[in-house]
T-cell receptor
Framework: AQKITQTQPGMFVQEKEAVTLDCTYDTSDPSYGLFWYKQPSSGEMIFLIYQGSYDQQNATEGRYSLNFQKARKSANLVISASQLGDSAMYFCAMRTNTGNQFYFGTGTSLTVIP | ETGVTQSPTHLIKTRGQQVTLRCSSQSGHNTVSWYQQALGQGPQFIFQYYREEENGRGNFPPRFSGLQFPNYSSELNVNALELDDSALYLC????????????????FGQGTRLTVV
C-alpha cells in the first residue's frame, strides 16, 4: 500500500528565511513520482515541484527545492527566502507508475511572519 | 491559473438529494480524476477517467459516479447525499503519461465546496 506522512501540522517562518517541510512516503513500487502542491485558502491545488524515483539529482524550481533521500524514503520541500504569499497549506503527494491516483499527506499549514 | 475550471464553486444540498459537479479539463489533457477533500484532510481519490472510460476507483461507494465527454470534460454525480459528503471536491486533469516514474503531474481546478445539510 502507498502512504504519505506529513508530521508537521503547522509551521511558522520569518519572512526571507528558509523553511523545510517534511514528508516521508512508503511504497513497494520501484517506480514512482513525488510531488508537492500548495493550497491557498481559495482551494486550488498549485503544483510546485516533482521528483522521480530514478532521478539522481534533487529537483529545484525557483525558490523551491526537494531534498530527496531515497534510502530514508523522505522528500522534504525546502522553500528559500520565504514570502508572505507563501502562507498556505502544503501537501506532499505520490503517484506510482502502476497506479492512477495521487496519494496525499494530511498537509502542513505554513505561516510566514513579517 | 491551470486552465482547469470547475462549477459551481459552492453548493448547498439537503441530505438525500443528488448533485452533479462539472469540470473542464486543460486543453490537451485526456485524463480527468476527482478527489474529495474533507476539512483538515488531504484529498482522497474518488475515480479517474481516461478517454471516456473509468480506469481507476478509490474506496467510494457506487452512489459516486462519473462521466467523461468526448471533449474530455467530466461530471461527478453523487446520489443520496449524506452529511459526511460535505467536502471540497477537486477535479484534476493530466496530459498523457510520458514514460516511467509516475511523472505525470496533475493540474487542479479551484474545487467545488459542497455542504450537505
Amino acid at each position: 500500500a502507498q502512504k504519505i506522512t506529513q508530521t508537521q501540522p503547522g509551521m511558522f517562518v520569518q519572512e526571507k528565511e528558509a523553511v523545510t517541510l517534511d514528508c516521508t512516503y512508503d511504497t513497494s513500487d520501484p517506480s514512482y513520482g513525488l510531488f508537492w502542491y500548495k493550497q491557498p485558502s481559495s482551494g486550488e491545488m498549485i503544483f510546485l515541484i516533482y521528483q522521480g524515483s530514478y532521478d539522481q539529482q534533487n529537483a529545484t524550481e525557483g525558490r523551491y527545492s526537494l531534498n530527496f533521500q531515497k534510502a530514508r524514503k523522505s522528500a522534504n520541500l525546502v522553500i528559500s527566502a520565504s514570502q508572505l504569499g507563501d502562507s498556505a497549506m502544503y501537501f506532499c503527494a505520490m503517484r506510482t507508475n502502476t497506479g492512477n491516483q495521487f496519494y496525499f499527506g494530511t498537509g502542513t499549514s505554513l505561516t510566514v511572519i513579517p | 491559473e491551470t486552465g482547469v475550471t470547475q462549477s459551481p464553486t459552492h453548493l448547498i444540498k439537503t441530505r438525500g438529494q443528488q448533485v452533479t459537479l462539472r469540470c473542464s479539463s486543460q486543453s490537451g489533457h485526456n485524463t480527468v480524476s476527482w478527489y474529495q477533500q474533507a476539512l483538515g484532510q488531504g484529498p482522497q481519490f474518488i475515480f479517474q477517467y481516461y478517454r471516456e472510460e473509468e480506469n481507476g476507483r478509490g474506496n467510494f461507494p457506487p452512489r459516486f459516479s462519473g462521466l467523461q465527454f468526448p471533449n474530455y470534460s467530466s461530471e461527478l454525480n453523487v446520489n443520496a447525499l449524506e452529511l459526511d459528503d460535505s467536502a471540497l471536491y477537486l477535479c484534476a486533469s493530466s496530459p498523457p503519461p510520458r514514460g516511467t516514474g509516475g511523472n505525470t503531474e496533475a493540474f487542479f481546478g479551484q474545487g467545488t465546496r459542497l455542504t450537505v445539510v
